[in-house]
């Protein structure tokens, strides 16, 4: 085998996997069936906030190649699969690129491979589904002819601290020989690996990690609303609690939860419970209630605040600043800023938009324009809403210069600003 690693899915997890591996000095190559993502990497273009375009070329010349071609995995001694695992339309578990990207795994399996699924998924995924897809489309036998291992992603976007190398990575597989090869496979380009007891240990684990992150979100959250009708400064509440060293972690409201894991991946975990066991996972029912009505009370607050100036939301113009789920990334997935955008929009807002890294943002079928001058469009809105705190923005600034500036992100200091 000629080839150390194969990454299936080549996205905002595989890529960064990619260009730890290679330059660990492992030979990669990379299979997507996407011809956009692959014919743009192999000609030097990314598509991931974190990998430049330069990175991109650096691994190109290290002898990194993408390929739409599944007979190219038979070259690979380790084959890691990080596609999506999205929801259905009817909020179930959606696996079916883990399934196909399994299938294309198993018609070229040689023997002695590591096979690591890297997606979210819910507990009992790498056992019982990825396994027998292998088993049947190879003819050979885990555990004895390829190894099987389950290593959450912990990939954290625009996170210039933490990356790959310095992220602990767990990995746990279907026998205790594959977490022994996974763990020497990781080894080579993470500093620290965690053994699992098993996969299905290693799957619940970052359900648990982003369950609790969704949870914690939310708990502030409800706090917002009533802390507001208290007239009590959670944001000064939290900085308080926080300053004890043990026992807290402080988490911070906001206009609601986006991305790719948190509204998402606890699904897959109350999914799991409800369809096995028959009863709902009672927090993560209540937390996505109060995380997903969010948006729709920042409507209201900001319906409060025009109100101040004898403006009805009808006719008004609302900026909008920051459309992504978080912070100095371009990605919107889930973004909370578009049921923001169709609450005010529903109530006769004229609603506007600036990000520094998005030119033009889809809301309900139209596709706004970024507004051209920032400035001057701060000055003319009757509401500026604080979705996003990119690094770009002087929050303190903008709010000054506003007529009103709703800060739905605590990061002005209040005095020209109402903070969430
Ligand atoms: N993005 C994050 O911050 C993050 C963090 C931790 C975990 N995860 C998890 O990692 C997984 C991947 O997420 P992502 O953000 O990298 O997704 P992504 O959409 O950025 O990339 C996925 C890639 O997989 C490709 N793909 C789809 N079906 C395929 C198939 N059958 N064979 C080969 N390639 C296929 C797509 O074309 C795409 O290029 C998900 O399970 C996600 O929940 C994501």
Not at 105 to 128: D, F, I, K
Not at 209 to 220: D, F, G, K, Q
Not at 399 to 409: E, G
């Amino acid at each position: 085998m000629s080839v150390d690693l194969v990454v299936l899915g080549l996205g905002y997890v595989g890529l960064p996997l990619v260009e730890a591996a290679v330059q660990a000095g492992l030979k990669v190559i990379g299979y997507d069936v996407n011809r956009r993502v692959v014919d743009g990497l192999n000609s030097g273009h990314s598509h991931v906030d974190d990998i430049s375009n330069a990175a991109v070329a650096e691994l190109l010349d290290r002898g990194f190649s993408a390929t739409m071609d599944e007979r190219e995995i038979q070259d690979a001694r380790v084959a890691v699969i990080c596609v999506p695992t999205p929801l259905s339309v009817d909020g179930r578990p959606e696996l079916g690129a883990v399934r196909s990207a399994a299938e294309a795994v198993a018609r070229n399996l040689s023997p002695g491979t590591l096979v690591v699924l890297e997606s979210t998924t819910y507990p009992g995924t790498t056992q019982e589904v990825i396994e027998p897809i292998l088993v049947e489309g190879s003819g050979l036998v885990a555990g004895v002819d390829f190894y099987l291992a389950f290593s959450p992603e912990r990939i954290d976007p625009g996170n210039q601290v933490y990356g790959l190398a310095n992220t602990p990575k767990v990995v746990g597989g279907v026998t205790k020989g594959a977490t022994r090869r996974a763990a020497d496979f990781y080894r080579r380009f993470v500093d620290t690996v965690v053994p699992a007891k098993s996969a299905r240990e290693a799957e619940t684990a970052k359900l648990l990690e982003n369950t609790y992150r969704h949870i914690n979100i939310a708990l502030v959250n409800e706090m917002a609303r009533f802390c507001h009708e208290l007239d009590i400064d959670l944001w000064d509440v939290i900085n308080l609690a926080k300053t004890k060293p043990f026992g807290f972690q402080a988490f911070y409201p906001g206009p609601g939860v986006g991305g790719h894991c948190i509204p998402i991946d606890p699904n897959y975990l109350s999914h799991r419970v409800k369809s096995r066991l028959g009863y709902p996972f009672r927090f993560v029912e209540l937390a996505q209630e109060i995380n997903a009505t969010m948006p729709t009370y920042v409507a209201r607050r900001a319906q409060d605040i025009l109100n101040l100036d004898s403006k009805p939301l009808r006719g008004s113009s609302v900026l909008l600043l920051g459309i992504t789920y978080k912070p100095d990334i371009s990605d919107q997935r889930e973004s909370p800023a578009v049921p923001l955008a169709q609450a005010l929009r529903v109530q006769g807002a004229d609603v506007q938009f600036h990000d520094p890294n998005v030119e033009r943002w889809l809301v309900t079928g139209d596709l706004l324009d970024r507004v051209a001058d920032l400035d001057a469009a701060v000055g003319r809105a009757d509401l500026v809403i604080l979705v996003q705190n990119h690094r770009a923005y002087d929050a303190d600034a903008l709010a000054a210069a506003s007529k009103r500036f709703f800060d739905t992100k605590g990061v002005t200091s209040g005095l020209n600003s109402f903070r969430l």
